[in-house]
């Protein structure tokens, strides 16, 4: 390896920039820099030389990725975090590659420069958080903690940001976000570890369960302020870092099935000295969710990060691999695969992108409304907006992961099972982020409202605006779906148990999935003839799943309906 | 402090040759080759930005070419190094290594205060391992080649190591001071995207808009050019074409067949026999 350019393998592709510049950051950018109005050595003075330097910048974590990132991502996996004597250890490779990416500057890529950062946009942030899990899954997890300086960013005192927020630009300090307890996992009401005030200075006691990087320098933690308090309300937020206080004890690390580099640490706090970051009792209503929304989107960029590397992993070993005297690209059900996995992969990408955009959108009026801005209405439909495009986005990718890793492992055949191949760790590796910051079936609730108050299909009605010429079918075909969308999700919403649309909740945001998906790819399309021929396959797939889901939900509510509870109860007679 | 020049060259590609990369006559077609910062001034770089890590030190990259060379002085700039000069003049063009190393040494005088020299080992287009010793040689600088590691550092000496056939040489060498460094000596850092930012619209003088130069003077962003005006007491003889006593003939290539093993005494006369046979089969001697 090395900063030479003559390396040509480079995660920054043609795809990625190519959906990349589908993004119209025109408004963040110009937000981000001041409106062009700053000098010296390292304003920015339009959004071209913006996107000139993001380009390069892009480049160079792509070169870093696929040459030095990507050839330890094996290593890593072998050997992983390690546990001795209270102490927890980074893989080898791990420390390389965080001090390459810490060095190179991208460890604070949404961060304002002041502080050492790059005061990106975060749909840029992504593309390179993308790139960092296609060259180590497990990477992403300490590379993604970021997220923890962005929240103090925002809510952190003055001082707690110039305290911490320059080590965590350079790379120099890692850290955590403690939040999951024993009892307390996707339910984070329940958090039970305790905050005490003695004297105007805050004391933590308790056990934290299942925290990524908890060995690091900087955590923040959610603990019970409100004595005797149950629920959201009675947690706040707290600062707490290693190095001022030494009454955190790791108590073990866990065994996991992948992204074996980051270690998952249980952290007993015992009487350990913390600052209260932002007010108290907004703890989980406000900070955590915040913490939770940028995770989620983290999480969805290592997936498809994962996916990418699958596909890649198994277009080349078909290109290879020779049976039956031909290579086993020509057979059909080999391509089959393949095809599909590209066409969810870009058609995800541009979904992906899409949400960072209106999350970029969503912080941007934030800043604004804290510089005293009347931003209120635009601001909360940015809200509106980003809340629902995150989970969507986590749901599709994260499941795409799987997907894509399994399908990947299928076209190695045997080989793909054994350890020889690096589609066996991506396996292992996706199988976590259709779990973590909320399952699946959590982005379904999240999701499933903004579709059945009908928000969805009032958004929807823009495709009628989009210029479709050469794909006027297309669009047809999409009005027509999403007609019926909203016609099966009517019916849904009318049997009384609320169970039954729960029950079929998943089965509706899928399709929500696919036709924004197609909302969003349609014009692209229509402006690039190159991408059609995927955009017809992924039609036609799209096609063939909204019958079947439509179809699902017909046959359950007629079956069952309000009876919904009859299922659950025949299993309970055997399994109570 | 004293000043680190590093010296580079940009050359073409050769690890990535496709098509036409070399033209009829049998030289080499620059214009369909990509080019890169010659590899092993990457290690020579990387060197002396770890003198700099240590001790503060200013890293300067000085490079002879064309006006395109400024790529790989923005590429050191990004990778941490603080200025950048380019050689640039038709005077200057044609120059052999002995010229090249002699315009490098004034440029070098002329920069002025610079102890240390790092230079790459060799450059992967024309491979001699000249230019390096001979600016020592030229600047009166002791020298030290195909450094495989740097040790120490302190204010008046550095400990590297050198690569001999049979054993590892391990020198303290005291400033003012030449090094020439292998690939094996370190792994060059990524360019970092901070100083991407600082430094992605620098340019020489001759590319910015008159309207612009007071912006660009400003936030140092003029990579400074050097010709032939611009270094005091060059001798115009020792430069260029007419100041390089290496003349090109002709380029053939030759296929090289295995023969006969032939054993030379490995004492003085031996020595002598083999460059009298290697004289006779291999160099054309024009009178």
């Known amino acids: 390896m090395s900063g030479a350019s003559t390396n040509k393998n480079n995660f920054y592709t043609a795809d990625r920039k190519f959906y990349l510049s589908q993004i119209d950051l025109t408004d963040i950018v110009r937000d981000l820099e001041n409106g062009y109005t700053d000098s010296g050595p390292t304003a920015l003075r339009s959004y071209e030389e913006a996107q000139r330097w993001y380009d390069m910048a892009l480049r160079n974590v792509g070169d870093i990725c696929a040459n030095f990132i990507w050839p330890r991502a094996e290593a890593v996996d072998e050997k992983g975090a390690s546990f001795r004597d209270g102490v927890v250890e980074w893989a080898p490779e791990t420390k390389e590659n965080m001090k390459v990416l810490g060095a190179a500057g991208y460890m604070g890529g949404t961060l304002p420069r002041k502080y050492g950062g790059l005061n990106m946009p975060v ?38 940001k110039d305290r911490v927020l320059p080590g965590f630009c350079s790379g120099e300090v890692s850290g955590s976000m403690a939040l999951t307890e024993p009892e307390a996992g996707s339910d984070l009401q329940a958090v039970t570890l305790k905050a005490i005030e ?9 056990v934290k369960r ?41 108590r073990r690390i866990e065994h996991k099935l992948g992204i074996h580099g980051s270690p998952t640490c249980e952290l007993q706090f015992n009487m350990a000295k913390a600052e209260l970051v932002g007010q108290r009792k907004m703890g989980l209503i406000k900070y955590v969710m915040s913490l939770m929304n940028g995770a989620r989107l983290t999480v969805s960029a290592q997936a498809l990060g994962i996916a990418q590397a699958s ?44 949400t960072s955009l209106a999350v970029d959108y969503y912080d941007m009026y934030e800043r604004k409304e804290h510089k005293g801005e009347d931003v209120k209405a635009p601001f909360k439909e940015a809200k509106v907006l980003a809340d629902f495009l995150t989970p969507l986005s986590k749901f599709t990718l994260t499941e795409l992961a799987n997907k894509a890793a399994y399908d990947a492992i299928q076209i190695h055949g045997g080989t793909g099972y054994m350890k020889d191949f690096p589609v066996e760790r991506l396996y292992r590796d996706a199988r976590i982020t259709n779990i973590y910051e ?59 148990n609320k169970d039954f649309l729960d029950y079929v909740a998943g089965h509706l945001v899928e399709v929500a999935s696919i036709i924004y998906r197609q909302y969003l790819f349609l014009p692209v399309a229509e402006r690039h003839a190159e991408k059609r021929e995927l955009f017809k396959f992924f039609r036609n797939e799209s096609e063939a799943r909204i019958d079947h889901l439509i179809h699902q939900c017909d046959l359950a509510h007629r079956t069952y309906g309000e009876k919904i509870s009859d299922l659950k109860n025949d299993l309970l007679k055997k399994h109570e | 402090m004293s000043k680190i020049v590093v010296l580079a060259k940009q050359v073409p590609d050769t690890s990535n040759i496709r098509g036409n990369a070399m033209k009829e006559d049998g030289t080499v077609n620059r214009a369909a080759l990509p080019t890169v910062f010659n590899p092993e001034d990457l290690n020579a770089l990387e060197t002396a930005l770890e003198i700099k890590d240590r001790t503060g030190r200013e890293v300067i990259l000085l490079t002879m070419g064309p006006l395109k060379a400024v790529e790989i002085i923005k590429q050191a700039l990004y990778m941490g190094a603080d200025a950048g000069y380019l050689l640039t003049d038709k005077k200057f063009a044609g120059s052999d290594t002995w010229a090249t190393s002699y315009i490098l040494a004034e440029a070098i005088k002329k920069i002025g205060g610079v102890d240390l020299v790092v230079a790459g080992r060799q450059a992967i287009d024309g491979d001699t391992a000249q ?16 450094v495989t590691a740097l040790n120490e550092v302190t204010d008046t000496t550095v400990t590297v190591e050198r690569d001999g056939e049979f054993q590892t040489e391990v020198i303290r060498a005291r400033f003012p001071l030449l090094l020439t460094v292998t690939s094996a000596a370190n792994t060059p850092r990524y360019p970092s995207a901070r100083q991407m930012l600082r430094y992605f619209k620098a340019d020489i003088k001759e590319n910015i808009p008159a309207e612009e130069r007071a912006e660009y003077e400003r936030n140092g962003w003029i990579i400074p050019t050097l010709t032939f005006a611009d270094i005091p007491g060059i001798n115009e003889a020792h430069i260029g074409l007419k100041g390089s006593p290496t003349k090109v003939n002709a380029i053939r290539d030759i296929a090289v067949q295995g023969g006969d093993l032939k054993m030379y005494d490995p004492r003085l006369d031996g020595v002598k026999a083999l460059v009298r046979d290697l004289m006779k089969q291999y160099v054309e001697v024009q009178s």
């Open chain 1, 438 to 496: 909320g399952t699946t079936q959590l982005q379904v609730v999240a999701a499933i409202g903004t579709i059945t108050s009908g928000l969805f299909f009032k958004w929807m009605e823009a495709v009628k605006e989009i210029k479709a010429d050469e794909l006027s079918d297309a669009k047809k075909e999409l009005v027509r779906h999403i007609a019926r969308f909203a016609e099966v999700t009517e019916r849904m919403k009318k049997v009384e």
């Open chain 1, 210 to 250: 299942f925290i990524t990087n908890g060995s690091g320098d900087v955590s923040l933690v959610l603990a019970r302020s409100e004595e005797g308090s149950k629920g959201g309300r009675g947690l706040s937020m707290f600062l707490y870092e290693r190095y001022r206080d030494s009454n955190m004890i790791v």
């Open chain 1, 198 to 206: 003695k004297d105007g200075q805050w004391y933590l006691d308790g």
């Open chain 2, 131 to 146: 230019v390096g010793p001979q600016v020592a040689e030229k600047l009166g600088f002791d020298q030290v080649t195909y």
């Open chain 1, 311 to 354: 596909f890649d992993e198994a277009v080349r070993y078909a290109n290879e691999r020779e049976q039956f005297g031909k290579k086993i690209i020509h057979f059909p059900a080999v391509f089959q695969m393949l095809k599909k996995m590209q066409a969810e992969i870009e058609t995800s990408r541009l979904l992906l992108y899409r």
């Open chain 1, 123 to 160: 749909t840029v942030n992504v593309a390179i958080v993308e790139m960092v899990s296609q060259g180590d899954a497990s990477l992403m997890n300490l590379f993604g903690l970021q997220d923890i300086a962005v929240t103090v960013y925002r809510f952190g005192s003055e001082e707690q």
